[in-house]
């Protein structure tokens, strides 16, 4: 057993960023924790505000708009998760990069047991945070699913 492994409800992590692709891997977490008994954390990373030229006041409206917004966002897919899987999910909200901000949340948490991704479905490769697993590694299994998965398939593999 690692450490990780605890008497706690483990936790399946879903990047949310509002791309279809994390909505199959929505879906896919939670019905995975609702066979598991398993909790849902949502997370919502908000891009550091840039600097260069930018007035504090602004920066600062900026960054509460970016909040306000990734706050709306999570809440509505918190009650689509709770309609869908009959799970109430954590809902997390950070700022900076999102590879670091993801890597920092998973070892500050350590009820994170597996991150769930979905693959990009378009030409352009799997996406930027898929290509990023495999270069710098986690500390904790990550599933990659499809992000072209139908309803049914997700039911059956979940």
Do not use: C
Request: proline content about 6%; cysteine-free.
């Amino acid at each position: 057993m690692t450490e990780r492994a605890t008497a706690k409800r483990r936790k399946f992590l879903v990047v949310a960023d509002g791309t279809p692709e994390s909505e199959v891997a929505i879906h896919f977490a939670s019905l995975r924790a609702q066979h598991t008994n398993g909790v849902v954390t949502l997370l919502a990373v908000i891009p550091p505000a840039d600097s260069a030229g930018q007035w504090l006041g602004v920066q600062n409206l900026m960054r509460e708009e970016a909040r306000a917004e990734a706050e709306a966002t999570l809440h509505k897919l918190a009650a689509h998760v709770n309609e869908y899987a009959g799970i109430m999910p954590e809902l997390v909200i950070r700022e900076g990069l999102l590879a670091d901000e993801l890597h920092r949340f998973i070892a500050q948490d350590k009820d994170v047991a597996i991150l769930v991704l979905a693959a990009g479905t378009g030409k352009d490769g799997p996406g930027p945070l898929v290509s990023t697993v495999g270069g710098k590694g986690f500390p904790i299994p990550v599933t990659v699913v499809p992000g072209t998965l139908t309803e049914e398939a997700i039911r059956a593999l979940a």
